[in-house]
């Protein structure tokens, strides 16, 4: 049954080649249905593959040997991909409850998300091109989860790198979406440097890239700082990918793209993955703890600085793009205090609740017709039952609300960062508050209250017509995911470690790495404070915003404005970036470099004017070159016979 | 006395040579079919035959791979031919060379109605030479293979009779072929007189037992050789024959000639080289580092002067040359695995590449001037996608096989410790670069519509100051010129095209085009063949056709229309990308697989 681990990246890749043949003759939806059974393969080949794995015995499930595939070879490679010296770089999966983990949900989502884009880019004039990117993304990802080592993972990244530059300025006429998908590959760029050194380093210290190979000798990165410095650059791969400080802004601009693309690419999967870049490397981190002291304080200050942002965004995907890069920032908060598990457990779960709300919130503007401010909606729950009552369940479930899925995992992040830091707890569970008072302000902007979009705009833009509910294929994955939203804590329940998603992934991580000694006594009053702590966020929330829409002292510019951010970085780095371009573009490149290219040019010219002049066209000199070639090398062998 | 004195005759096996058998009973089955067919079918039946027996060959060869994969090489008929990997290697490409020369020669027969199957005859024949050279252990059987492979080729150059040019290039092949062949036996009686041995495996046996105290005799016989070899595989100074041969020779033949005559005579050069004379590496080393060096780059340096795009296949395949000789010089077994890689992607661009140059060059494959490739783009889409990525891989860009064999010769160099020589090389496929994207950017760019010059057609553009008579025979800073022009909004040009709107998708290359315009304005050469004495050499006329620069912008508007691609050319082209393109995506596999031919090689 592991073999159909294969079909997994497989699938979506075919599906990408058949819509790229035939996607636009198809049109619209069959493309669509194209790609979403390509990806709907894909997730039944990840659920066979998962019961396969868990049929194995534990330890076999265990990194070193994860990879057989149950052939009983000892590695499982496509092919050979790149044999230059000493690298030796092998298109080989590597399978094992982490990968496992991440190909389940991935495909899954991926797999609702492709059949609400059924529904949501009905009449978009590059129907087909939109799953052709889609698809195109779910291999990349796939690629990027199932490689067995850093330079094939490096090939998924860019893979999924490009694809959410093509889909974030898919609308790519107007300037914005232009200009946003530009921002977020340059952004991601930077990490990628990164991710390129981080791997050369590995190189030159370890010989090899294979993840387990390069574990197993990770003692050659002791010493030197050299450990710390490829954990550093791993995670400045992180945050790039990822959406942490330094390199976030990316995120909220990349939501010109399409409202499904924000959910799959920018929520659920493509962000995790500098989550689980670190979390594979794992072995790595625990070599550096001032590495990880690093991960954990920006995790920390992310997740603070994006929820006090999403507090005051009007749009209402922007404010979800910031509560995702919080939310990040809360998973990479646990991998900075070493509980990978609970990192995991909240991507998951993240998955799910984020899915949906972006899903949500693509129905709502669906319904009104591309409005996305929130001032201009209200009352929803009365036209979109559906939505609504979804969406209610992905609220408190990101609010932390017992026993909702995110209650579970961000207590067990919580718990975590309490027993390791307790400024950091401090810092966390006031996000905590703050995630919940944000995803309520939201919550009743957009469904409670009024009905303003009846109203025309201050701006003067006319009144929308009545909202209308989404087809069922819309419908569908919103109650699905609402479905996993509620139930995803089950998978991971803090007195059933021992059957859960803990112990599956034990062989990955190893309960060595981190082991929280709380009392149950502890343990119950840090979930009874995160209950207490979301529940308060929710009334403070519904005290201030469910009758008034307008709170300029609740959203000062500082906020609105991203703490300065973009006008930091302009300052810093654009303006003299541009000056720089400028520079080099009137006297290095006008000058040297153009001067170099017309040196080489007079030289050639001039000396093949000469050298051609020996190509007469006339036997006789031909000869003549020959003959004079022969004696020339002549004279050289006999002078060499003679010394 | 006389009477009782039996000459031995060796044993045969002839499974060991039955590739060679194939092609030459094939060849001699088809002469005899096709005299017998009518006219009209000559062709078609000769393709088909051809087809068949490239194929029976190419099963036998992959047989044999098995087979010496199996148990190994041996030697065979008096222990004259050797087969082991590396010549089964050359046998698995030659066969594929003479397929897809079959395929691309049908069209051009078609459109050129001269003669029916005889170049197919002579095609297999010469085929069956390259093969007897990569499998000879003696060096009478090379000097056998080669002017089997020569003589055929001659007459091949010469086969459309109605070109001079063809005669012109044949006789000047043949009279210069002649003399390296002469130079080349020559070196055979030398290194027999010094060694007592003509057998490749007895020489290297003697040269290890015994230490000439004079060895002023064998080192003379060696440099024979050593110039025969690089005659026949076109290194600098011995490759004056090249552009003539390959501009003159039919463009389906000139695409086999580079393919075959090349894989032949550096398998025989390989083998000799690395088996008999490998203690003697310390002196012929510096040589072989010496004629790599000129080779690569007056390769790559004429090239780029070059305005017929066959003589600049020419100068660039010389090029390629001094890339394989870095696998040469490198003298160890990594280096002619390397090398023989280097041949197999070489065989299927420069195969590929002829066949689109003999798609282009119209009835009377005359028309090869770079102003007929303008625009191909948007006339032929596919075929200029397929003649980019073939340009691209010679030029060793990456996803092709072109930049693996590229990266691997200059690795074997740089392992060698000859880190200038890789450094060379490198420097040169920079320059070869060039001439390759030039072409590139030509197809990509618009056709001149009735033969104006590119800025005239652009109204609203600001003038491009490529009015012909500004263009000197060389301005200081072509690249400057273009640069200036760009100039006044550096930043703003950049969100250009959004602004310009419904522009084709090509418009944002019109700068590329502007700056690659000017470049070739400075650096062609008009006429490489220059009159001596008042004598001029038909080929300098023919190279006197394309003129001066204007006519660059305003080609005659019947080459600028669309050429017909037949089906089988189209098979050829399709087959050569393909390979080039998967197995750039996926190098290992025949990485692996040259590399397991030289471990198989038995010296």
Redesign the interface.
């Known amino acids: 049954m592991l073999h159909a681990a294969f079909l997994m990246p497989l699938l979506p890749l075919a599906g990408f080649v058949v819509l790229l043949a035939v996607g636009r003759r198809v049109g619209d939806p069959w493309a669509g249905w194209i790609g979403t059974v390509a990806v709907a393969g894909s997730f039944a080949a990840a659920c066979v593959t998962l019961i396969g794995l868990v049929h194995q015995p534990a330890t076999a499930r265990e990194l070193t040997c994860s990879v057989s595939c149950g052939t009983g070879a000892a590695s499982h490679a496509f092919f050979t991909w790149i044999p230059v010296g000493g690298l030796q770089v092998k298109a080989a999966i590597l399978l094992d409850p982490l990968s496992m983990t991440m190909c389940v949900f991935v495909t899954g989502v991926s797999m609702l998300i492709h059949l609400y884009s059924i529904g949501y880019m009905q009449r978009d004039r590059d129907y087909s091109k939109f799953f052709v990117y889609l698809n195109l993304f779910v291999f990349s990802m796939l690629v990027l989860v199932l490689a067995n080592n850093f330079l094939v993972t490096f090939v998924g990244w860019e893979g999924v790198g490009v694809c959410s530059y093509w889909l974030v300025s898919f609308w790519f006429h107007r300037d914005s979406a232009a200009s946003a998908g530009k921002k977020a590959f340059i952004y991601n760029r930077v990490g990628d440097v990164g991710f390129l050194i981080a791997v050369f380093l590995i190189f030159s210290k370890t010989g090899t890239l294979t993840y387990l190979e390069v574990f197993a000798h990770r003692h050659l990165l002791a010493g030197g700082g050299a450990a710390t410095a490829a954990v550093l650059l791993l995670f400045l791969a992180a945050t790039g990918k990822s959406a942490q400080i330094p390199l976030f802004n990316w995120l909220p601009d990349a939501m010109e793209g399409p409202t499904p693309v924000s959910a799959l690419i920018h929520a659920a999967t493509m962000v995790t993955a500098g989550v689980y870049l670190l979390c594979r490397a794992n072995p790595l981190l625990a070599m550096s703890s001032a590495g990880m002291w690093v991960i954990a304080v920006i995790g920390g200050v992310t997740a603070f600085v994006a929820a006090t942002i999403a507090c005051t965004q009007q749009d209402i995907k922007k404010g979800l793009a910031f509560s995702t890069v919080s939310q990040i920032g809360y998973m990479v908060l646990a991998v900075g205090t070493g509980a990978y598990v609970a990192a995991i457990f909240l991507m998951v779960a993240h998955a799910f609740y984020k899915g949906l709300l972006f899903l949500g919130a693509g129905s709502v503007i669906h319904g009104l017709e591309d409005e996305q401010d929130m001032k201009r909606m209200g009352a929803l729950r009365r036209w979109m039952p559906w939505t609504f009552g979804t969406f209610l369940f992905a609220w408190l479930a990101i609010a932390a609300v017992p026993p909702f899925s995110g209650f579970w995992a961000k207590g067990d992040i919580l718990s975590n960062v309490y027993a390791k830091n307790l400024p950091l707890y401090a810092l966390a569970l006031l996000t905590a508050f703050l995630t919940a008072y944000y995803m309520s302000r939201i919550f009743y902007l957009t469904f409670t209250g009024k009905a303003r979009w009846q109203e025309p705009a201050p701006d003067g833009s006319p009144a929308h017509h009545k909202p209308h509910e989404s087809p069922w294929v819309m419908r569908l994955p919103l109650v699905v995911l609402a479905f996993c939203a509620v139930f995803a804590g089950l998978i991971d329940l803090p007195w059933a470690h021992s059957v859960s998603l803990a112990a599956w992934l034990d062989p990955v991580f190893g309960n060595r790495l981190f082991d929280s000694h709380q009392s149950a006594s502890v343990q119950i009053a840090l979930a009874v404070a995160d209950g207490v702590v979301a529940v308060a966020a929710l009334l403070v929330a519904w005290g201030l915003w469910r009758r008034r829409v307008d709170r300029p002292e609740l959203e000062p510019d500082f906020l609105q404005r991203v703490w300065y951010w973009d006008n930091l970085y302009d300052a810093v780095i654009g303006r003299p970036g541009q000056v720089m371009a400028r520079t080099f573009a009137t006297v290095v490149d006008a000058r040297v470099i153009d001067g170099a290219v017309n040196g080489t040019a007079a030289l050639v010219r001039s000396t093949a004017a000469r050298v051609r002049r020996l190509q007469t066209g006339f036997v006789r000199n031909y000869v003549l070159g020959v003959a004079l070639g022969l004696v020339a090398i002549l004279v050289f062998m006999v002078s060499r016979s003679w010394s | 006395m006389l009477a009782t004195t039996v000459i031995a005759t060796p044993h045969i096996r002839y499974l060991a040579i039955l590739p060679e058998i194939v092609l030459l009973g094939g060849g001699v089955v088809l002469l005899a079919v096709a005299s017998l067919v009518r006219r009209q079918l000559r062709v078609r039946v000769g393709t088909l035959l051809t087809v068949a027996i490239a194929a029976g060959s190419l099963g036998v060869s992959l047989w044999q791979w098995a087979d010496v994969t199996g148990r190994g090489g041996f030697t065979a008929i008096d222990h004259a031919v050797v087969v082991d990997g590396f010549s089964v290697l050359v046998n698995i490409l030659v066969s594929c060379a003479v397929l897809l020369t079959a395929l691309v020669a049908d069209g051009y027969l078609l459109r050129e109605r001269v003669g029916g199957a005889e170049l197919q005859v002579l095609a297999l024949v010469s085929a069956s030479g390259a093969m007897i050279m990569g499998s000879a252990n003696d060096l009478i059987v090379v000097f056998l293979g080669l002017e089997i492979l020569s003589i055929a080729l001659y007459v091949l150059a010469a086969f459309n009779s109605r070109r001079e040019a063809s005669g012109e290039a044949a006789?000047?092949y043949f009279?210069?072929g002649s003399?390296?062949s002469a130079?080349f036996v020559y070196g055979i009686a030398l290194v027999y007189g010094a060694t007592g041995s003509t057998n490749l495996a007895q020489i290297a046996d003697f040269l290890s037992r015994n230490v000439l105290v004079?060895?002023?005799l064998l080192?003379?016989g060696?440099?024979?050789l050593?110039?025969g070899f690089?005659?026949k595989v076109a290194a600098v100074?011995?490759h004056?024959?090249t552009?003539?041969v390959y501009q003159g020779s039919p463009s389906p033949v000139t695409g086999f000639m580079a393919a075959v005559a090349k894989a032949g005579a550096f398998a025989a050069f390989l083998r000799v080289f690395l088996s008999s004379f490998g203690l003697l590496r310390a002196?012929w080393r510096?040589?072989i580092y010496a004629l790599a060096v000129v080779t690569l780059l007056?390769g790559a340096?004429?090239a780029?002067?070059q305005r017929d795009v066959k003589r600049m296949l020419a100068y660039s395949s010389i090029n390629h040359a001094g890339f394989v000789l870095l696998g040469l010089q490198a003298a160890t077994g990594r280096g002619a695995s390397d090398a023989l890689y280097y041949l197999f992607a070489y065989t299927f661009m420069v195969i590929g590449s002829f066949a689109v140059v003999s798609l282009i060059g119209r009835t009377g494959d005359v028309a090869h001037d770079l102003s007929t490739y303008r625009g191909l783009a948007r006339r032929q889409p596919l075929l200029a996608v397929c003649f980019a990525v073939l340009l691209l891989a010679q030029a060793g860009a990456p996803f092709t096989t072109g930049l693996w064999a590229k990266?691997q010769v200059v690795?074997a160099a740089v392992d060698n410790g000859s880190v200038p020589l890789a450094v060379i090389a490198m420097a040169s496929a920079a320059?070869a670069a060039f001439f390759y994207l030039r072409l590139a950017v030509l197809m990509y760019s618009p056709a001149p519509a009735s033969g104006g010059v590119l800025g005239e057609e652009e109204p609203g553009e600001q003038p491009v100051a490529l009015t012909a008579g500004t263009v000197g025979p060389?301005r200081?800073?072509?690249?400057?010129q273009a640069?200036?022009e760009a100039?006044p909004q550096?930043?703003e040009e950049l969100r250009a095209p959004?602004v310009r709107g419904a522009r084709p998708v090509w418009a944002g290359t019109e700068q590329s085009v502007a700056v690659v315009d000017r470049?070739n304005a400075?650096?062609l050469?008009d006429a490489?063949?220059?009159t001596?004495d008042g004598?001029t050499?038909a080929?300098?006329a023919a190279d006197q056709v394309g003129g001066d620069v204007e006519r660059v912008e305003a080609p005659d508007p019947a080459l600028v229309s669309k050429v017909p691609v037949p089906a089988l050319s189209a098979v050829a082209i399709g087959l050569c990308v393909a390979v080039t393109v998967v197995f750039g995506f996926?190098?290992?596999?025949l990485?692996?697989f040259a590399h397991h031919a030289t471990l198989l090689f038995v010296p």
């Open positions: 006789l000047k009279i210069l003399f390296s130079v004079h060895d002023g080192l003379a060696l440099t024979l050593l110039v690089s005659f100074p011995f004056m024959w552009p003539d002196d510096p040589v007056v340096g004429l780029v002067v990266l690795l320059l060389f200081a800073g072509p690249a400057e640069m200036a100039q550096p930043v959004a470049l400075a650096l050469i490489e063949t220059v001596v004598e050499p080929s300098a996926i190098p290992a596999p990485v692996d």
